[in-house]
């Protein structure tokens, strides 16, 4: 099992940059794939970013390729979201999320597929 815990939320103007971390408790935090997922209020949760085991091997959203980058740390057990060139429409509460199982390059957009979520963060960019 493992815990997440979400920061690095804030309020930003459009054009800002924000990083969001996720750090994860426990041991085998290198044997999960990750995701974050964001909800805009009203709307319903959608993902966002993925990472596999394998650092090398991400996945966006098309609204946010080129302007986020996930990655991770295996020796810190945190993965990031790097978020560049804001705009008004990522406001919204920001969740990662871990799931294991599959290969070393297995990684998915399917919310379903994860089973463990943090308590998310908030991320508001004003216009």
């Known amino acids: 099992q493992v815990q997440l815990v979400e920061s690095g939320g804030g309020l930003v103007q459009a054009g800002g940059s924000l990083r969001l971390s996720c750090a994860a408790s426990?041991?085998?935090?290198?044997?999960?794939?990750m995701g974050w997922f964001r909800q805009a209020p009203g709307k319903e949760r959608e993902f966002v970013a993925a990472?596999?085991?394998?650092?090398?091997?991400?996945y966006y959203a098309d609204s946010v390729k080129g302007r986020f980058t996930i990655s991770r740390d295996n020796a810190k057990n945190t993965v990031y979201l790097q978020m560049n060139s804001l705009k008004p429409e990522d406001t919204a509460v920001y969740y990662c999320?871990?799931?294991?199982?599959?290969?070393?390059?297995?990684?998915?957009?399917?919310?379903?597929?994860?089973?463990?979520w943090g308590q998310g963060t908030q991320v508001t960019v004003s216009s």
């Open positions: 426990g041991r085998t935090f290198s044997s999960y794939a």
């Open positions: 990472i596999s085991r394998s650092p090398s091997n991400t």
């Open positions: 999320a871990a799931t294991q199982g599959g290969s070393y390059y297995y990684l998915t957009q399917r919310e379903d597929d994860y089973n463990y």
